[in-house]
């Protein structure tokens, strides 16, 4: 049964979601769905497992992102999720990288719904936690509204009633991942005719929301919305998230609050022998908009790769922020 709340989550991205991001993030908001970066079946299954299915208990709600689409395989990684206690598994259709086409995943499959399809039914089989499919409104050669119909359609008979539709096709050659986020125009049209047209399916949209009000005005139409680039640039806009888009009371947090909760994640982390920059590389965009960004964006980027006290540099970010 699918349980998982989709109004507001944060993309899954690449180095950028990783389990000590998602930690961070979670600190701000409680309800926001949280995705892992993408990993491919080929990880799972013969690499370091156990690295690739971390997280801590607080990230909840959480998704793993899987690439593939070899089915059984799929189904397999989607089993370990579902062991491993994630909330959904999340079949990435959308990514347009060369190294990943050349294996058959990400935003090529969109040219193949048949096999999305078997992907997504085997997947389901396997386990209880939803399967939901992250894709694009086509890619160059495909990318008429009658395909992307026949691409819903064709993946949502095999069970997949959630989709998060990145709002602007993929060109599979040529482009960039990074030019195939931002040339490609976004046409929110098509993804809002989508929901008149499968009145039964749930919606996400994903490209370009920068503003909790632009949430808002989506939500009138869309099941949720999903954020990556700002969310990540402009982490403290999820300090709203909860409140505006949940209705949950409003809770008394700051930005140095949530660094002080931050801190003994950190400790923790060093103490285990990890590398402080691997947590504070992702805290940065905390202090926009705010006197001292440069210094606090300075001591965490550059001042703490230097340091033998990590937690001190931490600490001086801290005060820095709260205009000591
Ligand atoms: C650094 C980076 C890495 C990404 N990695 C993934 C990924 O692993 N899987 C995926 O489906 N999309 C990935 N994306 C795409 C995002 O999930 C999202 O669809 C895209 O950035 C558009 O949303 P935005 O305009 O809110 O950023 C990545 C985006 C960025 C910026």
Redesign the pocket.
């Known amino acids: 049964m699918n349980t998982v709340n989709r109004r507001f989550s944060v ?6 979601t990783t389990y000590e991001c998602r930690y961070f993030l979670r600190l701000i908001s409680k309800r926001a769905l949280l995705y892992t ?2 990993v491919t079946t080929g990880a799972l299954i013969y690499g370091d497992r156990a690295r690739f299915l971390q997280y801590d208990q607080s990230e909840h709600p959480l998704a793993l ?1 899987l690439g593939g689409s070899n089915a059984a395989d799929l189904a397999t990684c989607a089993k370990m999720a579902e062991a491993a206690g994630y909330d959904e598994v999340n079949l ?1 259709v ?2 347009p990288s060369d190294r990943v086409q050349n294996n058959m995943i990400g935003a090529c499959l969109m040219g193949h719904p048949q096999l999305v399809a078997d992907c997504v039914k085997q997947m389901q089989d396997a386990v209880q936690i939803p399967v939901t499919v ?1 894709h694009r409104i086509g890619i160059n050669g495909r990318d008429s509204y009658a395909e992307l119909c026949d691409f819903i359609g064709t993946v949502s008979e095999a069970g997949c009633n959630s989709f998060t539709v ?1 709002a602007r096709i993929a060109i599979l050659e040529g482009l960039s991942p990074k030019e195939n ?1 931002d040339i490609p125009p976004l046409r929110y049209d098509i993804a809002a005719q989508l929901t008149t047209d499968f009145p039964d399916l749930e919606f996400i949209l ?4 920068k503003t909790l009000e632009e949430c808002s005005e989506h939500l009138k139409t869309f099941a949720g919305v999903m ?4 969310a990540y640039h402009n982490p403290w806009l999820l300090s709203e998230v909860d409140h505006q888009l949940f209705g949950d009371p409003q809770r008394d947090i700051t930005r140095t609050s949530i660094l002080e909760q931050l801190r003994p994640y950190l400790v923790k982390h060093i103490a285990q022998g990890g590398k402080a920059p691997h947590v504070t590389r992702h805290i940065l965009g905390i202090a926009q908009g705010f006197q001292g960004a440069r210094r606090f964006r300075q001591l965490l980027s550059a001042d703490i790769y230097k340091t033998d006290d990590p937690l001190r540099v931490y600490d001086q970010a801290i005060a820095v922020l709260e205009g000591r």
């Open positions: 993309a899954p991205m690449m180095d950028w970066e993408m992102q990435n959308g990514c992250k990145h986020r994903n490209g370009g929301i954020l990556g680039r700002e």
